[in-house]
């Protein structure tokens, strides 16, 4: 074929759609808006599984915690080290200082910041906070009139804030409150002997599970030990917990996508006489398909990527709160988070072949059947 | 280059309507290039269907189509769309596309062929120009009398200069001014070569400039008069 017969049927095709100006804007929008549901919903999953599977995978093998019939409790810290490191396998101990307080707006999680997490904060651009400051994340309510933030625990203590961590950590570090070791321990009502939990690490990964009862067993209080499979377990308990929710709101959006389908499948059937029409005329069975991908791709790819453009918005673009809780029934309002963009191609792709590919079947198969029939069939058949 | 000769041997075609089952027999016939030939006969005897058959537009149940000597009744279905593409038709019910102009009528049976655009929309209006219809050109076709409708079915079908012009009551609607200009742009076709077949129950062409020879319908078979 050549340029000059191309341009006339892309010419005729746009032509032709245009005869149906409303019918091709209200299918492109029902597509748009299907795909805008359909992504959103698997892009925030998938995103939210992504980024916080990176997080625990940064994090210490294990995690040791005292637990006591009332709750946690404060682990005893020489005594603690020495029974970690006394089990074969474990390659590094590090005492962590954290826990819950009050604010004004709620609760907060305070860390005190000890010399390993002190140097991931000046990787990140930021001092440690001196004695009576804080760094806070991004979800921290602080006081616009003097910056500074009170905190209230075992002590109330109020504190000056010395910088804001950015939104893009805001998955591990939205309601975070960093503070000098010894205002930590303060608030916290630890004392210099004390540390909340233990960080523990291990050569590899399978030696985490397998740590497990030595790690148990080194203790003379009875601990907690979780690794990062539990935690990874945890995040996908909740993902498939809540994937269900945003899942049941999906057969809606493939119920409009199907009735779409099957709409197209009609109307295209419907047009036998035109296709007859134009096959008396001398176009090819091929011509009449390239007219119908042209007007099929015309509608469906504008409208994808649509879809796909709000969609990724929606998901990616930090200060968008609102999808995780209508998809993934977030009880609280969710933190501004940045998501990583790891394996969304992925689920783009799968979006527009669950919407494309069933389009342009319903599209292509009727017009090819109508096309390889007797024209005298369709003609008169459609008179 | 134009059809030197077209003939169907020993075709047989039944088909259903109204009242029954009908046939078609036509044992043998010709059509030279250059040659207007006229179809006459009652209604049902088959006049429609033998210009759908020389059109491509149905298979013979049996029997054959040659053109130059090529069988082209036993083509496959892209070698048919070729067919057809050297074919211009005037349907009996005029079959334009509701929703377009005329003038977009007249260009479908050239979208798909080789040619700018531009040469394309200027090939359009002289076709519309040949048989008085330019002032339709941007009317849409629903809103066009009978007579007004045929004319620009006569466009299209002549638009593509084709080898084969198929007329299936062309002057149906027309009056006899009308009539004359059918078969001025008939006779064009003509002088290029072309072979036009004309069925018609129109008293006015019987015997009219340019017709060469008449075949009568009737009784399922065909023959010279």
């Given amino acids: 074929m050549n340029s000059g017969a191309w341009w006339s049927l892309m010419l005729w095709a746009a032509h032709d759609l245009g005869r149906r100006p409303g019918s091709a804007l209200l299918t492109g929008g029902v597509i748009a808006l299907v795909v805008t549901f359909l992504a959103t919903t698997l892009l925030l999953i998938e995103a939210w599984t992504a980024t916080t599977t990176s997080l625990i995978e940064a994090g210490p093998s294990l ?42 707006d709620g609760p907060l999680t305070v860390v005190g910041v000890t010399p390993p997490l002190m140097t991931e904060l000046e990787v990140l651009g930021y001092s440690a906070p001196g004695k009576g400051e804080a760094l806070v994340g991004s979800g921290v309510p602080i006081s616009s009139l003097d910056m500074s933030i009170t905190l209230v625990g075992v002590a109330d203590v109020t504190l000056q804030v010395s910088g804001v961590l950015p939104s893009d950590v805001a998955l591990a570090a939205h309601d975070l409150v960093f503070l000098n070791e010894i205002d930590a321990r303060l608030v916290l009502g630890l004392s210099a002997h004390e540390a909340s939990d233990l960080a523990v690490s291990v050569y590899h990964e399978a030696e985490g599970t397998a740590v497990r009862p030595d790690l148990n067993a080194a203790f003379r209080f009875p601990v907690n030990i979780t690794d990062r499979r539990d935690a990874i377990g945890a995040v996908v308990g909740t993902l498939t917990r809540d994937g269900g929710l945003a899942t049941m709101l999906l057969v809606p959006a493939l119920l409009a996508m199907a009735l779409l389908v099957a709409n197209a499948w009609r109307d295209v059937g419907g047009s036998r006489r035109d296709i007859g029409l134009f096959k008396t005329f001398g176009w090819s069975t091929g011509d009449l398909v390239r007219v119908q991908l042209i007007q099929s791709l015309a509608v469906a790819v504008p409208a994808t990527m649509t879809g796909l453009a709000i969609a990724w918005m929606l998901v990616f673009r930090p200060g968008v709160t609102w999808p995780g809780a209508l998809l993934l029934g977030w009880r609280t309002p969710p933190p501004p988070l940045t998501l990583t963009t790891d394996g969304a191609a992925l689920v783009v792709a799968t979006v527009v072949g669950l919407v494309i590919g069933p389009w342009l079947l319903a599209t292509l198969v009727p017009a090819i059947r109508s096309a390889l029939a007797d024209p005298d069939d369709l003609v008169r058949g459609g008179r | 280059m134009a059809f030197a000769r077209i003939e169907l041997k020993n075709i047989r075609h039944t088909w259903r309507d109204g009242s029954g089952e009908s046939g078609l027999s036509v044992p043998a016939m010709a059509f030279e290039s250059g040659r207007h030939v006229l179809l006459t006969g009652p209604t049902g005897s088959g006049k429609t269907t033998l210009l759908h058959l020389l059109g491509g537009l149905v298979r013979p149940q049996s029997g054959e189509i040659l053109a130059d ?79 007004e409708r045929q004319l620009v079915a006569l466009a299209r079908a002549i638009v593509g200069h084709p080898d084969l012009l198929l ?6 609607h027309q009056d006899d001014d009308h009539v004359r200009l059918i078969l001025d742009r008939v006779n064009e076709a003509n002088d290029r070569g072309a072979i036009v077949i ?25 023959g010279e008069p």
């Avoid at chain 2, 070729?82 to 005329?102: S, T, Y």
């Avoid at chain 2, 007329?167 to 149906?172: A, C, I, K, Y």
């Avoid at chain 2, 004309?198 to 319908?217: C, E, F, K, M, W």
Wanted: charged share 20%; net charge positive.
């Fill in chain 1, 63 to 104: 995690v040791v915690r005292r637990v006591t019939p009332t709750g946690w409790a404060p682990m005893p810290l020489d005594a603690s080290l020495e029974s970690a490191r006394s089990v074969t396998g474990v390659t590094a101990v590090e005492p962590r200082i954290w826990g819950l307080a009050s604010s004004v």
């Fill in chain 2, 69 to 147: 000597g090529v069988a082209v009744s036993r083509w496959t279905a892209a070698h048919r769309d070729r067919w057809r593409q050297r074919v211009g038709i005037l349907f009996q019910h005029m079959e334009l596309i509701d929703g377009l102009n005329a003038d977009q009528n007249v260009m479908a049976p050239l979208v798909p062929r080789p040619g700018s655009v531009r040469d394309k929309i200027v090939a359009v209006a002289e076709a519309l120009a040949k048989v008085g219809a330019e002032t339709l050109a941007h009317r849409q076709v629903r809103a066009l009398s009978g007579g």
């Fill in chain 2, 167 to 172: 007329l299936d009551e062309p002057t149906s």
């Fill in chain 2, 198 to 222: 004309t069925a018609s129950h129109d008293p006015r062409l019987t015997g009219a400039v340019g017709i060469d020879a008449t075949h009568v319908l009737g009784g399922g078979r065909v």
